[in-house]
Each structure stands twice: as structure tokens, then as C-alpha cells.
């Protein structure tokens, strides 16, 4: 879209009128929605509308519309941007949120129908998929989307409506807009319906359209007998037959389940109610105790690398006819302290700092033939050493001191010659390199908002484009090799872990029965574990997939180290401790994960 004001990113979905798009603004960068109106679909008449409600329509719990973008390849409702998904994407995750959030989104989704309300706006297609969720530190924020068949009170009242396509959701309809009416009180009913299913997990009526229509205009809903009473009224109230028996605001069905929440249990600061849990079985396949202290493992391809306090120790790790072998292939004393490895495409990245001068640092390689390390650079002077190495090692960045001052700097690994001058006073907490031409820097700026994390992209050139900002506070992140922009990290104060994606932009809470200290990919997604044993999986999506318990205390010092690494074929590799005395340990995981 070179004619459009705004850079098209990823499809992020297609809903009743067209496809969604993310985008950013070329001169602002603000990140937007596109929503693509097909013509054949959504008359210009009804683009006008839609667009003219939403401008009326300034609510925190209300799809915020920015006006209409045309180009050449069509015409596009432009939206803020909301990076949770839908309600309906919260409903079908196998985590069932608590009771707590359950009636926070319900009554953000009845705060900004009361809005809409109020300026004569009736909007009659109320589903999970036109609730949009943000994500916040405390959960999710819910806000009314898509007011593409809404009605304004004063201009349509003498209109006929006939047209069945035109009336909303069979499952979430009221019993009058089955037969074309419709008014305040249709939209207090679908509420109703979405409530029921956040508390339930179902809805009251299913079936065929026609099953789903006799149900709402004759059936009486069925309650669950452990429904608190104060809940259950409030359904049946939202969900009579008769308009005028429901709720006659919002706001009054608002300020209902407000007084409920006094009587309901929801005093649990956990997000979720359930975590599932599914046992996975394994069986250890490689056994042997372990002379040196490993602090650091590592594994690329066949390669085994672990660092001691000063040394680097590489085995090479054969499987023939269902026998394991790990076999030493070389030490290296390197008489610095190792803080850290990077695998990248050709070995391993060994980072290094002086143990008479701590703020002197140092990167050295080795590659995948065991030769002689080769120093990268050495004896960096930084207060706040960041390094991350390219996938190809053309090039690496990293924070450095200069003239007094700290900064930022990209730098080619032939002849350490700088791309671009270094930049002063910023200093990311994290630079992770994609892949051989991009890299991320991760930081915050905790003196205007502690709980924020900044997603900054750059090019090998030291030009930077995308800046996405995440509104929660995490730990360090894992890039996917196999992703890519995927990232997995722990949000700081509690068992969840989160899921970032960039291609579109997605953060995704996924809860763990235990806290997790550190986490990495792998073939088939990622793994994360806790230094007492615990070790779930994780699908490429993120989708639990099982755990289990090795009772045993895994090895893991740097943040996010890994002392748990990946090997082919559903194994892993440990390093354990036991009174002092560590074990590298091999499992055979039984399970297709």
C-alpha cells in the first residue's frame, strides 16, 4: 500500500464484511487496524454510518475509530489496535479465568453499551467476536467492536426491518429480532447470553438456527445447581422473553452484578480459576555425574556446550540403534568469568567478564569444528554490559561505555568497525538478533510507566522501523528460531508466562502450575521448567501440552540460562544437583508433543 498513509503488517483476521489488517502509521507509528469494507458487502451508505457512530461513540470500553483510509487496493475503517483478540478467543483457551475477571469484562462490555446507549445508539449484534480485549497488569479490558448493522434510535425508528442478514447472531439475538424488532433492551439481552457463557462455558440454547431461535423465544434457560443465587437473577432477569421484564438500563444490570461481586467469591488475586494439568511420562535414558560446577548449558544440533565458572566444556551427543552417547570433544580455559552462551548458526557465542576488572567485558567463538575459540571483542568497558551476536556473525550489538557515557551500538564483526554512532544513554535490558538482518531491543522507561515494555526492531544497517509497546512487566525473553518475531517470557509477579507475536501483534497469557525460572524453545515449541524440577511444554502457539515433576533441583544461575536444553526426538538434557554433587541427565519425553 505505497499510497496509503499507513504500512500494511500481517492479516490478522476476517470477519462478516471483510479482512482485518494491522498496520502502522508512516509519520506517527501508531499501530492500527485496518478493517477492508467490500463493497459488494458494505454499501458506502453503510461505511458513512458506521464510521459516523463510532466517531460519536469516545468510550474507554469502545472500539476507538481513527476516520477511513483509501487506497488503491480499496477502503478501510481505521481502529485503535487491540492486542488481547476477542472474548471468543479468551472463551475457547482450555485456562478458565476467575470469577473476578469474569465480571470485570462483563461489566467494561456494559460500560460501554451504556455510553452507546445514551447517544441513541442500539447496536444489535453483541457476541465474544465483537469484543475486543486489551491486555492490562490486572487482566483484560474489554471494548464494543464492529457497529456495522447498529441502529441510531431517531433516524431508524419508522424503518421496516425485513431483512434477516441485517438483525445480528441467531445465537446471541433477543426474542423480538427474530420477528424485526428490536430495540435498548435486544442488546441487554445478548449480554445476557455472553454473560451466561463466560459463567457457564456454553450457552443456553445450541442447536440448528432453527433449534437456537425456538430456544430463545420459548425455552426457559437452565441454571447450574453451584450458580451463586446472586448471579443466577441477574441471568434471569437479562434473559427474560419480554423486553420490558429485562433490565431497563445498562447501567442497572451494571450496578446489579457491582452488588454481587460482594456476595460472590472474588477475593483470589490469581487471573484463573483452573490450570489444567496433564501428566506427561518419561524415562531417564542417560545418566553420569558431572566433575566441573556447570552453570550454563547449551545445545546446537549435535553439540553440547557448558560453561564452568572459567572454562567452556563442548561434547558432541550421538544416539546409534537406541544407545546414547556424549563424548568430550574440548575444554577451553578461558580465565574469565563466563555470563553467558549464545548458539548462532555456525557454534556458540561465549560471553566473558574480567575477574580483576568487572566492568570489562569481553565475547569470544567457537565454532562447530572445536577449533581454537577466536576472541569477537575484548575488554569492552561497560556498567551495564547487553551483547547479542547475528545468526550468520556478520555482525553483534551491544551497550558500552564512551566518553563518560553509556550507549548502544552496532557493530561488524570483520573488522569491528561501528554501523552507525553509538547511541548515548540508551541502554535496552535485553537485545535479542532475530535473524542474520534484524535484531530487538527490549526495554522500559520505568520513570513515566513501570509497568511497560518496549519492543523496538532495527536492521543490520542501524536503521530502526517497528516500535510496539507491551503493557505488562516481564522477565527476560526467548526469541523462536523456528517463529519468526515470536517471543515467550514470565510476567514479573506471578506463574503466567506470556506469548508475544509480532506477525500480527498478539500477547497471550498462558498459566503455569508452578513458577517458572527459566524457559527456551525447541523443535515443537517451548519448554519451561523450575529450578525445583517442574518442566511443562508448550506448543509453537502456545498451548499447554503436559508436564511433569523430576523431584530434583535443576542447575540454573544466569536469568533465563538454560540449565535444561533441547535434543532431537523428544529428549531433553539436564543438568541436576544434589548435595552439592551436579549430574547431566538425558530424558526420553513419552509424548507427541
Not at 478458565?96 to 456494559?110: G, R, V
Not at 575459540?373 to 551495564?384: A, H, M, P
Request: hydrophobic fraction near 35%; charge should be neutral; proline fraction near 4%.
Amino acid at each position: 500500500m505505497k499510497d496509503s498513509h499507513y504500512r500494511s503488517l500481517s492479516l490478522v483476521g476476517e470477519g462478516q464484511f471483510g479482512k482485518v489488517y494491522s498496520a502502522i502509521h508512516r509519520q506517527t507509528g501508531e499501530l492500527v487496524a485496518l478493517k477492508e469494507l467490500n463493497p459488494q458487502k458494505f454499501s458506502t451508505k453503510k461505511l458513512l454510518r458506521e464510521m459516523r457512530i463510532l466517531l460519536t461513540l469516545e468510550h474507554s470500553n469502545i472500539v476507538r475509530c481513527q476516520g477511513i483510509e483509501h487506497n488503491s487496493q480499496g477502503r478501510y475503517l481505521v481502529t485503535e489496535y487491540c492486542e488481547g483478540g476477542t472474548l471468543r478467543d479468551l472463551l475457547e483457551t482450555p485456562f478458565k479465568i476467575s470469577i473476578a475477571q469474569k465480571l470485570k469484562i462483563i461489566t467494561d462490555i456494559l460500560d460501554g453499551l451504556n455510553h452507546a446507549h445514551k447517544q441513541g445508539i442500539i447496536h444489535r449484534d453483541l457476541k465474544p467476536e465483537n469484543i475486543i480485549l486489551s491486555i492490562t497488569p490486572q487482566g483484560w479490558n474489554g471494548k464494543i467492536s464492529d457497529f456495522g448493522v447498529a441502529k441510531i434510535e431517531l433516524e431508524d425508528k419508522d424503518i421496516n426491518i425485513s431483512n434477516m442478514g441485517d438483525t445480528g447472531s441467531p445465537a446471541y439475538m433477543a426474542p423480538e429480532q427474530f420477528y424485526g424488532k428490536y430495540s435498548y433492551s435486544s442488546d441487554l439481552y445478548s449480554i445476557g447470553i455472553i454473560f451466561y457463557e463466560l459463567l457457564m462455558g456454553y450457552r443456553p440454547f445450541s442447536g440448528s438456527p432453527y433449534e437456537i431461535m425456538i430456544g430463545h423465544i420459548n425455552q426457559t434457560p437452565k441454571f447450574p445447581k453451584d450458580l451463586p443465587p446472586s448471579l443466577r437473577l441477574i441471568l434471569m432477569e437479562a434473559l427474560q422473553k419480554l423486553p420490558q421484564h429485562r433490565f431497563r438500563t445498562a447501567q442497572e444490570m451494571k450496578d446489579n452484578i457491582l452488588e454481587s461481586t460482594l456476595k460472590v467469591q472474588t477475593k483470589s488475586s490469581s487471573l484463573y480459576d483452573i490450570i489444567p494439568h496433564q501428566e506427561i511420562s518419561f524415562n531417564l535414558v542417560y545418566e553420569k555425574s558431572i566433575e566441573e560446577n556447570i552453570t550454563l548449558l547449551a545445545v546446537k544440533n549435535n553439540l553440547i556446550y557448558q560453561a564452568t565458572s572459567q572454562g567452556l566444556i563442548i561434547e558432541n551427543y550421538q544416539e546409534d540403534s537406541n544407545k546414547i552417547s556424549v563424548n568430550l570433544q574440548v575444554k577451553y580455559d578461558l580465565n574469565q568469568q563466563i555470563i553467558n552462551l549464545q548458539t548462532i548458526d555456525s557454534g556458540c557465542i561465549i560471553a566473558t567478564r574480567d575477574l580483576s576488572n568487572f566492568n570489562k567485558y569481553s565475547l569470544f567463538y567457537s565454532d562447530s569444528n572445536y577449533q581454537e575459540i577466536q576472541t569477537l571483542i575484548k575488554d569492552v568497558k561497560s556498567e551495564y554490559f547487553i551483547y547479542s551476536v547475528a545468526k550468520n556473525n556478520q555482525w553483534f550489538a551491544i551497550t558500552r561505555s564512551c566518553d563518560e557515557t553509556q550507549g548502544f551500538e552496532i557493530i561488524k564483526t570483520q573488522n569491528l568497525s561501528p554501523v552507525i554512532p553509538i547511541i548515548k544513554d540508551f541502554l535496552p535490558q535485553q537485545i535479542v538478533n532475530i535473524d542474520s538482518a534484524h535484531g530487538v531491543t527490549i526495554y522500559t522507561q520505568s520513570d513515566i510507566e513501570k509497568n511497560q515494555t518496549f519492543f523496538r526492531f532495527f536492521n543490520r544497517r542501524g536503521n530502526w522501523y517497528d516500535t510496539y509497546s507491551v503493557p505488562l512487566n516481564l522477565h527476560p525473553i526467548v526469541d523462536h528460531y523456528l517463529l519468526k518475531k515470536t517471543f515467550l517470557t514470565r510476567e514479573k509477579q506471578s506463574n503466567n508466562l506470556v506469548l508475544i507475536k509480532f506477525k500480527p501483534f498478539s500477547i497471550r497469557r498462558i498459566p503455569l502450575n508452578f513458577r517458572a525460572d527459566f524457559w527456551l524453545p525447541s523443535d515443537s515449541g517451548f519448554i519451561c521448567a523450575s529450578q525445583s524440577g517442574n518442566i511443562a511444554f508448550l506448543s509453537l502457539n502456545g498451548d499447554y501440552l503436559g508436564e511433569f515433576d523430576l523431584d530434583k533441583i535443576i542447575v540454573a544461575i544466569a536469568p533465563c540460562a538454560f540449565g535444561i536444553a533441547p535434543l532431537k526426538e523428544n529428549k531433553i538434557i539436564v543438568i541436576t544437583e544434589n548435595k552439592g554433587k551436579q549430574t547431566k541427565e538425558i530424558y526420553q519425553i513419552n509424548h507427541n508433543y
